[in-house]
């Protein structure tokens, strides 16, 4: 039977228990239909946003003028949040930090509402016969979890919504590639290998996210890289235009990539292009302390300019034993490992007695983590974080 209404209410956002076997169905019954849109993903997002302007229009005063990126945005985020569905543990955090980095958008809780029901309407709409009674409540009974979460963490969050920072230095590496050095008015807590939203003058409204360089210094100031990617507004307006003076506004830190000095397991890192940033934040942060996990570290890209921060990885290895730095190049090169990350790190071994951490384009994080797992690494020792590049 299909369900009649267009827009069904989600249920109230209020906490309830879900017996194992109801929440076996509900997983069931997301999944199921989710794989019926997913061909439909573009057009579900375009009627998404369709249907939550005209539900809350004070609500499209978040959201840029073009709203093609953060289309592609919000369906990248509902295929993880899917694929992590009956994945608690993995999960809840990633949802904890999408509510405290919402903060910055002044989200309130009845756009939540507002959200479900243009969501629902979506997926309804794309599922056609495919979609029951039972289907419906299954979605709104996970929105409402979805929603719970985010809304707890944004409201447990005490610290600033936005830093407001400056950029101090930009440096351009190649036509598509750049460091910007900023300083923020205030200091940022992140944590080493942990990635930030930024907003940026050249594109107002349309936020990306960039990933800290450097480990927390006493200045605050903070290094990004920036690879300018295909159709990609920010990153190519601020490889290209970044300059001293510009104001930048800065979200929460956010994401899971971080190793224990306190754990027994020994590390593996694997970096393609930026995706060295968060790796060598980590290392900067190590190389503070007298003993460490034995940490391997590998950095590829397609070209030698790809490794443009290998040298400064290698003089930080020269001097702490506990570290290994392996440049990879697609191209030959002497003096590197031939061939993708994902080749040569697989070549090693399964590396199943290792925290593995991987971070690139994603692309290259889907290729890697998937011939790690045939080589015989374990799921749960892969850590890698799902934001895209634009």
Known sequence: MTANPVLSPIPSLRRHPESPT?????????????????????????????????????????????????????????VHVVQLVDRPDDLVPYLRQLGRDHRKFGVATDHFEAVGMALIAAVKKYAGPHWTDDIERAWAEAYTIIARVMIDAAAADTGPAVWRAEVVDHQRLAWDLARVWVRPERPIPYLPGQYVSVEVP???????????????????VIEFHVRGVEGGWV??????????????????????IAVDRTADSDVLMVAGGTGVAPMRAIVEDLARWGENPAVHLFVGGRTPDDLYDLPLLQDIAAANPWLSVVG?????????????LADVVTGYGAWDDREVLIAGSPPMIRATVSRMLIAGTPLDRIVYDPFTLD
């Open 235 to 256: 990153s190519r307006a601020l490889v290209a235009h970044a300059a001293e003076g510009d104001q930048w506004r800065i979200g929460p830190p956010m994401g899971r």
């Open 328 to 340: 990879v190049c697609e191209e030959w090169v002497p003096g590197l490992e031939h061939g993708t």
């Open 22 to 78: 109801a929440v076996v169905t509900m997983v069931r019954h997301v999944r199921e239909s989710f794989a019926v849109v997913e061909p439909h993903i573009d057009q579900v997002g375009q009627f998404f946003y369709a249907m939550l302007f005209s539900i809350a229009p004070a609500t499209r005063e978040m959201f840029p003028a073009n709203m093609q990126v953060q289309r592609s945005r919000l369906l990248r985020a509902l």
């Open 202 to 220: 050249q594109r107002p409204r349309l936020w990306r996210y960039l990933t800290p360089a450097n480990a927390p210094r006493e200045d605050g």
